[in-house]
């Protein structure tokens, strides 16, 4: 199970990386979005994988294809052979993100420590749990996230409407 | 017998029982409904209806042969694939609308959970407390807007391509008062589990009576999540032809029908379960006393009155128009739902 | 001149739309079960093979060459049809005519050929306001269908024919027009 969602994760991951279509891309990274939700609910988290599925899936990139389809960007920008140094410091500097996100990932202890804990302790975290974290422990980051929403929302309709 | 040769433990056999019954059920039922939407329109419209086509030419049962007739002529039909569409996408897209409408019904529960020698069987697809629950299917609900989208995209046509924004920004647009008037549904139940939600309403009666904004807000919104009339908004035979399915042809329109069907039938389901008390039987406070056999069939007589209802709002509505819809959406069903949520949480912590 | 379109302001009740959305599914559903509660003989509808439509009165279907009770035909080749038809439909061939059994002897005209192109025809009744004998009637029959255009070419015996059904009568044919009947005894002058 969890090697076929890692391979649907990653394949349809450099899949889209691959695509020329821009439509087609953003169907693989649907897959991409799917396998990690299976990947959550190996990790026993089914509610992390539902709302992947609902926000991710379900709302965001619909409305990217919905954007995509509108403008209608079929032609491919024909490619520009003058930017061999950026394209080095991309490289540069993805490297250098993937070792780093490698290394921290070796150093959590909050990894390690669920890497260490016996199997049969795993419960499925449920939706209950993760509403009264949310507003105790993470109360702060979670009112942030609402105010930055809100005006993010605000900015929105101002720049679209135009008489307000 | 047949499940010691194969090796198969009982709860896995159990699981491979209910998939087949489920996937079987809903795959038999969705043709028939076809012809209750064609009867019913016509009885509604003080027509006849389809009534002609015999089996051996001789056996007419009220035109129930037109069903398996239309099967017949899907898959016998050219199949043909525009010049210009994307071949590859245009093979996938009714697998992609088809797949997620037969997934949203694995959760639902169709009949109380039974003990036999100490195992526990559940009647759902997915057994209870797997920390799933009902998100799982508005987020099988929110993968359906692909099938469409893709449909519309790939067969390369300005109608398609039309119908299939129109719906899908649509289906965005009232998913947020569907997740909403759930939501105010879990606030109440304090779980969200379907079989918690069943019980919830055993105990204490319909969310039919309890939440009756939400219930509204649940029932129109699955409207338009179905792309029923009078959301039909992928379709639109004065203005886009037949939308994002005009190019399909043979059994990909077939599947195209079917999934819509199916649509409907999980959302019956799907509103059977929150708001009409699922497989409880009304006015008996005790599920437990009833054989199992008779909660599914109360689960299966609401399921079907539900579908008639469905083909009954579409027979009885006209069509939006698009602004309408949009209005109707963001400014009616989104408030309501949120003022339902509020209302609820008063409710609870009062 | 333009009308103006006076909007209606709708009451409260009336934007809440529910209430109303139910009186339709009220009148729907009282619809439904009239209908199905009707036997399929007393449907408005009428199904089409088995039950036929009665036609109005002066209803102009299928023309019928109308024919005299000893089976001789009406008509007398007079062309008034032929000329009186504004599509062109009809063709007619006359021929001398003369039996003992039906002229007693005397030389009469009629058609030898006598062709209606149901295609070409319209229908208009002008041939049977023009006909001086009534020998062709457009009566109530409405179903014409063939496998090839041909056949739709209707000749005498079809136009004679084309009731025969309908009224329950045997059909002529060439040999049948002239029924075998024994030799008169001719009253010698």
Same mark, same amino acid.
């Given at each position: 199970?969890? @090697?076929?969602?890692?391979?649907?994760?990653?394949?349809?991951?450099?899949?889209? +990386?691959?695509?020329?279509?821009?439509?087609?891309?953003?169907?693989?990274?649907?897959?991409?979005?799917?396998?990690?939700?299976?990947?959550? %609910?190996?990790?026993?988290?089914?509610?992390?994988?539902?709302?992947?599925?609902?926000?991710?899936?379900? +709302?965001?990139?619909?409305?990217?294809?919905?954007?995509?389809?509108?403008?209608?960007?079929?032609?491919?920008?024909?490619?520009?052979?003058?930017?061999?140094?950026?394209?080095?410091? +991309?490289?540069?500097?993805?490297?250098?993100?993937?070792?780093?996100?490698?290394?921290?990932?070796?150093?959590?202890?909050?990894?390690?420590?669920?890497?260490?804990?016996?199997?049969?302790?795993?419960?499925?975290?449920?939706?209950?749990?993760?509403?009264?974290?949310?507003?105790?422990?993470?109360?702060?980051?979670?009112?942030?996230?609402?105010?930055?929403? @809100?005006?993010?929302?605000?900015?929105?309709?101002?720049?679209?409407?135009?008489?307000? | 017998?047949?499940?010691?040769?194969?090796?198969?433990?009982?709860?896995?056999?159990?699981?491979?029982?209910?998939?087949?019954?489920?996937?079987?059920?809903?795959?038999?039922?969705?043709?028939?409904?076809?012809?209750?939407?064609?009867?019913?329109?016509?009885?509604?419209?003080?027509? %006849?209806?389809?009534?002609?086509?015999?089996?051996?030419?001789?056996?007419?049962?009220?035109?129930?042969?037109?069903?398996?007739?239309?099967?017949?002529?899907?898959?016998?039909?050219?199949?043909?694939?525009?010049?210009?569409?994307?071949?590859?996408?245009?093979?996938?897209?009714?697998?992609?609308?088809? %797949?997620?409408?037969?997934?949203?019904?694995?959760?639902?529960?169709?009949?109380?959970?039974?003990?036999?020698?100490?195992?526990?069987?559940?009647?759902?697809?997915?057994?209870?407390?797997?920390?799933?629950?009902?998100?799982?299917?508005?987020?099988?609900?929110?993968?359906?807007?692909?099938?469409?989208?893709?449909?519309?995209?790939?067969?390369?046509?300005?109608?398609?391509?039309?119908?299939?924004?129109?719906?899908?920004?649509?289906?965005?647009?009232?998913?947020?008062?569907?997740?909403?008037?759930?939501?105010?549904?879990?606030?109440?139940?304090?779980?969200?589990?379907?079989?918690?939600?069943?019980?919830?309403?055993?105990?204490?009666?319909?969310?039919?009576?309890?939440?009756?904004?939400?219930?509204?807000?649940?029932?129109?919104?699955?409207? +338009?999540?179905?792309?029923?009339?009078?959301?039909?908004?992928?379709?639109?035979?004065?203005?886009?032809?037949?939308?994002?399915?005009?190019?399909?042809?043979?059994?990909?329109?077939?599947?195209?029908?079917?999934?819509?069907?199916?649509?409907? %039938?999980?959302?019956?389901?799907?509103?059977?379960?929150?708001?009409?008390?699922?497989?409880?039987?009304?006015?008996?406070?005790?599920?437990?006393?009833?054989?199992?056999?008779?909660?599914?069939?109360?689960?299966?007589?609401?399921?079907?009155?539900?579908?008639?209802?469905?083909?009954?709002?579409?027979?009885?509505?006209?069509?939006?128009?698009?602004?309408?819809?949009?209005?109707?959406?963001?400014?009616?069903?989104?408030?309501?739902?949120?003022?339902?949520?509020?209302?609820?949480?008063?409710?609870?912590?009062? | 001149?333009?009308?103006?379109?006076?909007?209606?302001?709708?009451?409260?009740?009336?934007?809440?739309?529910?209430?109303?959305?139910?009186?339709?599914?009220?009148?729907?559903?009282?619809?439904?079960?009239?209908?199905?509660?009707?036997?399929?003989?007393?449907?408005?509808?009428?199904?089409?093979?088995?039950?036929?439509?009665?036609?109005?009165?002066?209803?102009?279907?299928?023309?019928?060459?109308?024919?005299?009770?000893?089976?001789?035909?009406?008509?007398?080749?007079?062309?008034?049809?032929? /000329?009186?038809?504004?599509?062109?439909?009809?063709?007619?061939?006359?021929? /001398?005519?003369?039996?003992?059994?039906?002229?007693?002897?005397?030389?009469?005209?009629?058609?030898?050929?006598?062709?209606?192109?149901?295609?070409?025809?319209?229908?208009?009744?002008?041939?049977?306001?023009?006909?001086?004998?009534?020998?062709?009637?457009?009566?109530?029959?409405?179903?014409?269908?063939?496998?090839?255009?041909?056949?739709?070419?209707?000749?005498?015996?079809?136009?004679?024919?084309?009731?025969?059904?309908?009224?329950?009568?045997?059909?002529?044919?060439?040999?049948?027009?002239?029924?075998?009947?024994?030799?008169?005894?001719?009253?010698?002058?």
């Amino acid at each position: 199970m969890f @090697l076929a969602f890692t391979l649907l994760t990653l394949g349809s991951a450099l899949a889209m +990386a691959f695509q020329k279509n821009v439509i087609v891309a953003g169907l693989f990274l649907v897959a991409t979005f799917i396998g990690v939700s299976g990947l959550f %609910i190996l990790l026993s988290n089914p509610v992390s994988a539902a709302l992947q599925i609902i926000v991710y899936a379900g +709302a965001i990139l619909v409305l990217l294809l919905f954007v995509i389809m509108m403008l209608n960007a079929h032609e491919e920008e024909s490619p520009q052979d003058d930017l061999y140094l950026q394209r080095y410091i +991309a490289l540069g500097v993805g490297g250098l993100l993937l070792g780093g996100s490698l290394w921290f990932i070796k150093q959590s202890k909050l990894l390690q420590s669920v890497a260490e804990r016996p199997i049969d302790q795993i419960a499925p975290t449920s939706l209950n749990e993760i509403g009264a974290e949310m507003l105790t422990r993470h109360i702060v980051s979670f009112e942030m996230i609402g105010l930055l929403l @809100l005006v993010s929302m605000i900015g929105a309709i101002t720049l679209v409407k135009k008489r307000l | 017998m047949i499940f010691s040769i194969l090796s198969l433990t009982p709860e896995l056999s159990w699981m491979l029982i209910k998939v087949l019954v489920c996937i079987g059920f809903l795959m038999l039922l969705a043709p028939p409904l076809t012809w209750v939407e064609r009867r019913g329109s016509a009885m509604i419209q003080d027509r %006849i209806g389809p009534n002609r086509a015999a089996l051996f030419g001789k056996i007419k049962i009220l035109g129930l042969a037109h069903v398996l007739a239309d099967g017949l002529k899907f898959f016998f039909k050219e199949d043909l694939i525009p010049k210009d569409a994307n071949r590859s996408l245009f093979w996938i897209a009714p697998a992609l609308a088809f %797949i997620p409408a037969l997934l949203g019904f694995a959760v639902i529960p169709v009949g109380r959970s039974f003990q036999v020698e100490g195992v526990t069987y559940h009647l759902s697809l997915i057994d209870p407390n797997n920390g799933m629950g009902l998100l799982y299917p508005l987020a099988i609900g929110g993968l359906a807007v692909y099938g469409v989208l893709v449909a519309a995209w790939s067969s390369n046509n300005k109608w398609s391509i039309l119908g299939g924004m129109r719906a899908s920004a649509q289906m965005v647009s009232y998913e947020l008062g569907l997740g909403l008037s759930v939501l105010a549904l879990f606030v109440a139940v304090g779980g969200y589990d379907p079989h918690e939600v069943i019980l919830d309403q055993v105990e204490h009666g319909w969310f039919l009576w309890r939440q009756p904004i939400g219930f509204l807000v649940f029932f129109v919104c699955q409207f +338009a999540e179905t792309n029923r009339l009078p959301f039909d908004f992928a379709e639109g035979e004065s203005e886009i032809v037949a939308g994002f399915h005009t190019e399909f042809g043979s059994m990909k329109f077939g599947l195209m029908g079917l999934t819509e069907y199916i649509h409907i %039938i999980v959302a019956s389901a799907l509103i059977v379960t929150l708001y009409l008390g699922g497989w409880s039987i009304p006015f008996n406070g005790d599920g437990d006393r009833w054989p199992v056999l008779v909660t599914v069939a109360s689960f299966l007589v609401k399921l079907l009155f539900m579908c008639w209802v469905f083909v009954w709002v579409r027979w009885t509505l006209p069509r939006f128009r698009y602004d309408q819809l949009m209005y109707l959406g963001w400014r009616i069903m989104f408030p309501l739902s949120l003022l339902n949520l509020v209302l609820n949480a008063w409710w609870i912590t009062r | 001149m333009a009308t103006l379109v006076k909007k209606i302001q709708l009451s409260w009740w009336d934007r809440l739309y529910f209430p109303s959305v139910l009186k339709g599914m009220w009148i729907t559903w009282g619809h439904f079960i009239r209908q199905i509660l009707t036997p399929t003989s007393k449907r408005f509808t009428i199904q089409y093979p088995e039950m036929k439509k009665e036609m109005p009165e002066g209803y102009r279907g299928l023309h019928e060459l109308k024919q005299f009770e000893d089976g001789s035909i009406k008509c007398v080749a007079c062309f008034m049809c032929q /000329e009186a038809c504004p599509a062109r439909c009809i063709t007619i061939e006359a021929e /001398e005519f003369s039996d003992l059994n039906f002229t007693q002897g005397f030389e009469e005209k009629r058609p030898k050929v006598f062709k209606i192109d149901m295609l070409r025809c319209i229908y208009c009744g002008m041939c049977e306001e023009a006909c001086p004998k009534d020998a062709i009637w457009l009566r109530k029959d409405y179903e014409l269908a063939a496998y090839d255009r041909l056949s739709l070419n209707y000749g005498k015996w079809d136009l004679m024919n084309t009731y025969a059904d309908t009224d329950g009568k045997p059909i002529q044919t060439e040999s049948s027009e002239l029924p075998p009947s024994p030799p008169r005894n001719f009253v010698t002058m």
